[in-house]
């Protein structure tokens, strides 16, 4: 049945390197998300895209984190440099439009030394 | 004392009884809300939804009450079973004008224990 894929499913780095997490949504749904989630703070949204096209990236530090989608098929996120406080697990959803239900890949769960 | 994470409600039943988790949800121009169930270690996953023009709806051992006088959203699930062990999460979806779209907001979840 369609899923949402998400690689690397677990990464550990050192804080200061690149990291970049990638997602595949489900075929012809054209709205993707990305979520954090850590014990703190809960499930956050940090940006979405509809037709590929960035629609809301205000819960994103902008100064470090990028989300792109460089086609229908895959979305990426990427954090350079990371930092300790960047570890949680990264979810990526995709649904038929925003207002309609979204569904969750198994996350990559990430680990800044 | 300072909180060191979530505190997440928890409820605890026994396998064979019925369950109700409840959530309040802050916006009541809201027009969508669904239930979502994390496993440890996963994704969370689609459970059942419901529309503001409707105040029940039902799915397999499931059942989502929703008033919209108190803002208030239920989810019951009949004869718990021990693979209902999860955290459940309520979400709002919002026409939200400032990005000219909607925007999913999760609640903070509970964890939900079945004991056999």
């Known amino acids: 049945d369609a899923r949402v894929t998400q690689t690397p499913r677990d990464k550990v780095t050192e804080m200061g390197q690149e990291v970049t997490m990638r997602c595949q949504p489900i075929l012809g749904h054209n709205t993707v998300f990305w979520y954090r989630q850590t014990m703190m703070q809960g499930l956050e949204l940090l940006a979405y895209f509809r037709n590929r096209a960035p629609l809301d990236d205000s819960g994103m530090p902008k100064d470090r984190f990028s989300a792109e989608m460089p086609d229908a098929t895959l979305a990426t996120l990427k954090i350079q440099p990371s930092e300790p406080r960047d570890s949680a697990v990264y979810f990526c959803?995709?649904?038929?439009?925003?207002?309609?239900?979204?569904?969750f890949g198994p996350g990559t769960r990430l680990l800044v030394l | 004392g300072e909180s060191v994470g979530l505190h997440l409600p928890t409820l605890s039943v026994q396998e064979g009884d019925n369950s109700i988790i409840n959530c309040a949800y802050s916006n009541s121009a809201s027009d969508y809300f669904i239930w979502y169930k994390q496993e440890s270690g996963k994704g969370p996953q689609f459970i059942i939804d419901i529309r503001s023009n409707m105040d029940k709806r039902q799915g397999q051992r499931v059942t989502v009450l929703l008033n919209k006088t108190v803002k208030h959203l239920s989810l019951q699930i009949a004869a718990t079973q021990p693979g209902d062990s999860a955290v459940y999460f309520c979400?709002?979806?919002?026409?939200?004008?400032?990005?000219?779209?909607?925007?999913?907001?999760f609640g903070k979840g509970t964890l939900l224990t079945v004991n056999p």
């Open positions: 979400a709002e979806n919002t026409y939200w004008s400032g990005g000219s779209n909607y925007k999913l907001t």
């Open positions: 959803a995709s649904g038929l439009a925003p207002q309609e239900t979204q569904y």
